[in-house]
């Protein structure tokens, strides 16, 4: 019964929040900002889920990092910034910190400041602001895989592989329906870019949070005669997108989600309407992977799963916070490789971020072939040139419908620095060189 | 303006409309409360997640799907009168605004007991009722938001037959009248409480499968309490017809306002041009267009 399994994981968290003040010399520890309650409950899970299968995973299978123990603790936000930064105030003086993982776009910009204080790394996998990917202004921010910039490049890329080519664009129409929020609007500059570099005809229409109801949005896009529909969306907003898209007549396989529309949570909800709908994806999903089938075998076979219903592994988040585990866990082997086995400062881990490139043959050695396709930090790149792919809804199950994409960073690149090097002069941040990043504290 | 464009004024009008009869669904549950008992029973929408998540958790779990209805019906009712019996009626006589605060608390309550008994999980409900539009003189029409509109046609027609009709309907509008008279004739206000609460809780579970087929049975499901709102202010907070027809005019504005003014200023104005609407109708008319306006000797 969910209920008592919910009572058993209160006891466990309430186990690992006391045992966490104890940790030994031996071991690295991760402090969780999770959110499993609340109106993004069903991301939460899956996500933290994944992450903390994997830091499992390799306890249960490696006996930690080098023989270093990985621990943690979660602490509930609700997704909400004033309890990511309460749990953040509650959990930072604990010894061993890592790195910070909260998968919340405003409690990563609450934290910025402090994290940057504090000498530890905050992973933003997936989101966070997109000029963070800038590590010359932003040393301890990691927009890994990708930022909001790239999986714009990364979506027209893939509308254009399906068009024949860059060159087919012109004269065609691109709606994006975003979500009425700072994370909805980030993108409408550089579509905008991309709209006058490759001819396309482009219109931003948005949705009042949270998007239960858009009637008007898509009879206004059903008048546009769009050829297709970029949803930028977030919870609710997704599902009742492809639900009134079924409505007023426009097809959901012209309909591309970004990488916050892409969940099982997205389209079940919305049935048969979601049929053909296709979103981008940094991760595949489906349990094939090697490292998916040893996690099922070694954690889930050891009863320490963190997932209630096994039917959500390798589901997207699960899949996501999987591949998350991997990133963090490689960046913590790269610093002991430098730092020596032992449990790392928070600056010893982020020059382990800096220096994280999982080429296609190290991401197979891990068991992740296909599951995600490599990536490349630096320094001054944190996000690390992560490939895209895009998968289509089947209606039971996500199909990858396409290669691996990449986006266009050497046009982003530009208006990147651009966008850092403001937020730099407007609070007086000193620019870094690599000699400045080479320099790392280590107590 | 060209027939397609008249045509496109028609159908941004339907749909609004047919919007308007689901925010009129939520708004009832607001209604039926208020009206006996003066409490503005911020818990609706709570109650309405509940209900979803109670139906669509049996359901999932192979029970039929009638015998899901029954069931979920059965637990509304109890949680009804659970409610009048542990946060009410400790509370008679207490102001409004205690009230007020009391079911906001709850609502918090119903959220977290929701989601502790049934999991976080988003899930789909499927009510067997086809969604694909179809075409009326070039005007799409939505299949799924015509029903919902019929079924909240038969609803209201049911519970005003039942206020108007029935014996318990009298003793209702009887409290909602004067409380204090109510009683010294011998009226058992704990009873037609928990038979309001019982009567909003069916409200919800109606409304709770309706927007739950709509928007996927989840947290956000407890949202909806958004929308019914600016119709309560427009419609009267204990009118059944001002919710009907608050709802409607609701629907229909708000989906205008955001197509046509909407590009003049940003678009997404539909969430807040309903409380301006109803702003300025609270202005004109602070009881609403079908309120009751009450007069108090000073």
């Given at each position: ?18 045992g966490?003040t ?34 499992n ?5 490696d006996?930690?990092v ?20 309460e ?11 890592a790195?910070?993982?909260p998968?919340?776009?405003?409690i ?10 504090d ?14 990917t ?17 999986e ?10 399906k068009?024949?080519?860059?060159d ?14 700072p ?7 550089i579509?905008e ?15 009042p949070?949270p998007?239960?109801?858009q ?8 008048r ?22 079924q409505?007023?007549g ?12 892409n ?6 909800p ?6 053909g ?7 595949a ?8 089938q ?5 954690v ?5 799963g963190?997932?209630e219903d ?7 988040y699960h ?24 449990t ?8 382990g ?7 296609p043959?190290?991401?197979?050695a891990l ?30 199950k ?7 994409i ?5 046009l ?13 002069k ?18 | ?30 209604v039926?409360?208020?009206?006996t ?15 979803a ?7 999932e779990?192979r ?5 899901s209805l ?5 637990v ?9 019996r542990?946060?009410?009626r ?15 608390g ?9 989601q ?5 999980q988003v ?11 179809f ?10 938001d ?11 027609a049911?519970?005003s037959?039942?206020f108007?009709?029935?014996r ?7 409290v909602?009248?004067?409380q204090?008279?109510?009683l010294a ?7 037609i409480?928990?038979?309001?609460w ?9 409304a709770?499968?309706?927007?739950g087929?709509r928007l996927?049975v ?7 309490v958004?929308?019914?709102?600016p119709?309560?202010?427009?419609g ?38 309903a409380?301006?609407?109803a ?7 602070p ?12």
């Amino acid at each position: 019964m969910t209920f008592f399994s919910h009572l058993r994981k209160a006891a466990i968290a309430t186990a690992f929040v006391f045992g966490a003040t104890a940790v030994h010399a031996d071991e690295q520890y991760f402090p969780l900002q999770s959110y499993r309650v609340g109106p993004y409950a069903a991301g939460g899970t899956g996500f933290f889920g994944g992450f903390i299968d994997y830091l499992n995973l390799i306890n249960i299978r490696d006996g930690g990092v080098n023989g270093v123990k990985l621990t943690w603790s979660e602490g509930e936000t609700q997704y909400e910034v004033e309890k990511g930064v309460e749990v953040y105030e509650r959990l930072k003086s604990n010894p061993g910190i890592a790195a910070w993982n909260p998968l919340s776009v405003g409690i990563a910009y609450a934290m910025i400041d402090r994290i940057t204080d504090d000498k530890v790394p905050l992973i933003t996998i997936n989101h966070g602001r997109t000029d963070t990917t800038d590590g010359r202004v932003f040393p301890y921010v990691f927009p890994l895989l990708l930022n909001p910039y790239s999986e714009t490049s990364g979506i027209v890329n893939y509308i254009a592989s399906k068009e024949g080519g860059l060159d087919k664009l012109k004269g065609k129409k691109i709606v994006v329906l975003y979500h009425g929020s700072p994370y909805g609007k980030e993108t409408i500059p550089i579509y905008e870019l991309l709209s006058q570099k490759y001819g396309f005809e482009l219109s931003h229409i948005e949705v009042p949070h949270p998007g239960n109801e858009q009637q008007a949005q898509w009879l206004t896009i059903r008048r546009e005669h769009p050829d297709y529909v970029v949803l930028r969306g977030w919870g609710v907003m997704n599902p009742v997108a492809l639900k009134t898209a079924q409505k007023t007549g426009f097809p959901a396989d012209h309909i591309v989600g970004n990488v916050w529309s892409n969940s099982e949570e997205d389209v079940i909800p919305a049935g048969d309407a979601a049929k053909g709908y296709t979103a981008i994806t940094t991760q595949a999903s489906g349990e094939q992977y090697p490292v998916v089938q040893e996690i099922v075998k070694t954690v889930y076979g050891a009863g320490k799963g963190n997932l209630e219903d096994k039917s959500r592994i390798g589901s997207v988040y699960h899949n996501l916070g999987i591949v998350n585990g991997i990133l963090n866990v490689e960046a913590v082997r790269i610093a002991q490789a430098k730092f020596g086995n032992r449990t790392l400062t928070g600056d010893e881990v982020r020059w382990g971020f800096e220096h994280l490139k999982l080429d296609p043959a190290r991401v197979e050695a891990l068991g992740a072939k296909d599951l995600f396709h490599s990536i490349n930090v630096s320094w001054d790149n944190h996000e690390g040139d992560g490939y895209v792919t895009f998968q289509q809804w089947d209606g039971k199950k996500w199909n990858v419908v396409s290669d691996w994409i990449a986006p266009d960073w050497k046009l982003l690149r530009p208006i990147i620095e651009k966008s850092s090097e403001a937020y730099a002069k407007e609070k007086g941040i000193k620019i870094r060189t690599a000699e400045d990043a080479d320099a790392v504290v280590s107590n | 303006m060209s027939y397609y464009d008249f045509l496109f004024v028609i159908e941004v009008l339907v749909g609004g409309l047919l919007s308007g009869v689901m925010y009129s669904l939520v708004a009832i549950g607001f209604v039926l409360i208020y009206k006996t008992s003066g409490v503005l029973n911020f818990a609706q929408g709570s109650m309405v997640l509940f209900a979803a998540l109670t139906f669509v958790s049996l359901v999932e779990r192979r029970v039929p799907f009638a015998l899901s209805l029954l069931i979920t019906f059965a637990v509304m009712v109890a949680l009804g009168f659970t409610i009048e019996r542990t946060v009410l009626r400790p509370l008679v006589n207490r102001s409004p605004m205690t009230l007020f605060m009391a079911t906001l608390g709850l609502s918090y309550i119903i959220e977290g007991a929701a989601q502790l008994i049934w999991g976080t999980q988003v899930h789909g409900l499927d009510l067997g009722i086809d969604d694909t539009p179809f075409e009326v003189g070039g005007v799409l029409i939505s299949s799924f938001d015509l029903l919902a509109a019929a079924i909240a046609a038969a609803m209201v027609a049911g519970l005003s037959a039942f206020f108007y009709w029935t014996r318990i309907g009298l003793a209702f509008r009887a409290v909602a009248d004067d409380q204090f008279a109510a009683l010294a004739v011998g009226l058992r206000l704990p009873r037609i409480w928990g038979t309001v609460w019982t009567a909003a809780g069916f409200v919800a579970l109606v409304a709770g499968l309706l927007w739950g087929a709509r928007l996927g049975v989840q947290f956000s499901l407890s949202l909806i309490v958004l929308k019914a709102l600016p119709v309560l202010v427009l419609g009267g907070f204990d009118s059944i017809l001002g919710a009907i027809v608050g709802g409607l005019i609701i629907g229909a504005s708000e989906k205008l306002a955001e197509v046509y003014l909407g590009p003049f200023v940003g678009g997404g104005i539909e969430g807040w041009f309903a409380y301006a609407l109803a702003l300025v109708v609270l202005l004109v008319r602070p009881s609403g267009l079908f309120g009751q306006k009450t007069v108090e000797r000073v």
